[in-house]
């Protein structure tokens, strides 16, 4: 049976669905995988699971604990081969949840994620402000999948049936993820945070309104941060059969300014999408 449940800006990928042949993660370069601001080494190649451990709740990502700066991540994913990607999928476990860390510390589902195309070289200054993304992706809240799952539940014909359901978000335009051979997401920032930046007054820079979610964030001691957590990043495309090329770098150890001059008047970065 393959069934699918379309909303504003998603559609959901029920666990009946016939979709593995389409899943990226086999074309995942997981040696290569790395995250900047991760609790723990290489938590960011362990969310990569493949398509049927997609609702493993565990081992999660988050990002360091630090209650006076943003919860940011920047997960870097390049592919043995160029790709195709048509969607992401993107699983929190909650808007605030209280288990996330073993203390009971919360952590809170990361609320959008910019996505960008071919670059290895970003750092959170360049993917937060510098460039502009290929996408920007606005993620439903967990809680979102609750009713979903329900009405799923209740329609199936066989009510001892286990529904579970991801959320595919396409990435558009289309173009710009015809030959990917690599993506780097950057999640800005997370369900709680915004409620922390309301309450600080920054205001929010996420207006989709499927982002409200309905939880009380009563329990975050005022004006303070907590970690962004994920538990499944996937891709869903295909292969082009065309193999990302070995580059051969010299990397210093230090670098000095004398020895990177930039001619006057060539500053900045320039980028194209293919």
């Known amino acids: 049976i393959n069934t699918t449940m379309s909303c504003e800006g998603h559609s959901h990928d029920h666990e009946h669905q016939a979709e593995e042949s389409i899943s990226l993660h086999d074309h995942i370069d997981l040696s290569q995988v790395f995250c900047l601001n991760e609790h723990t080494h290489n938590a960011g190649r362990r969310i990569l699971k493949s398509y049927v451990e997609r609702f493993n709740g565990r081992p999660t990502l988050q990002s360091q604990r630090d209650p006076d700066e943003l919860p940011e991540l920047l997960l870097h994913v390049p592919f043995t081969e160029a790709v195709k990607v048509h969607s992401i999928s993107i699983q929190g476990l909650a808007s605030l949840s209280m288990v996330g860390l073993a203390d009971g ?76 051979t690599s993506i780097s997401l950057y999640f800005g920032g997370n369900f709680a945070s915004m409620a922390t930046d309301q309450l600080l007054g920054h205001g929010s820079s996420n207006n989709n309104s499927h982002q409200e979610a309905s ?57 194209g999408f293919t």
């Not at 670059?119 to 993304?133: G, H, K, T």
């Not at 999948?145 to 595919?168: G, H, K, Q, W």
């Not at 580059?247 to 060539?266: C, F, L, Q, S, W």
């Open 215 to 271: 939880v009380d964030f009563s329990s975050i001691e005022d004006g303070e941060y907590v970690p962004t957590e994920i538990s499944y990043v996937g891709f869903k495309g295909i292969g082009t059969s065309h193999k990302r090329r070995v580059v051969k770098a010299i990397y210093e150890t230090r670098g000095m300014k004398k020895d990177h001059k930039v001619p006057e008047g060539n500053f900045g970065a320039s980028h």
């Open 105 to 180: 510390e919360p952590t809170s589902a990361p609320c959008t994620v910019r996505v960008f195309v071919n670059r290895s070289d970003l750092d959170f200054e360049m993917a937060r402000e510098d460039l502009e993304p290929a996408a920007i992706v606005h993620l439903a809240p967990p809680e979102h999948m609750n009713d979903i799952i329900d009405d799923v539940s209740n329609s199936a014909s066989d009510r001892n049936v286990t529904v579970s359901a991801t959320l595919d978000y396409p990435l558009r335009p289309a173009g710009r993820f015809q030959s990917c």
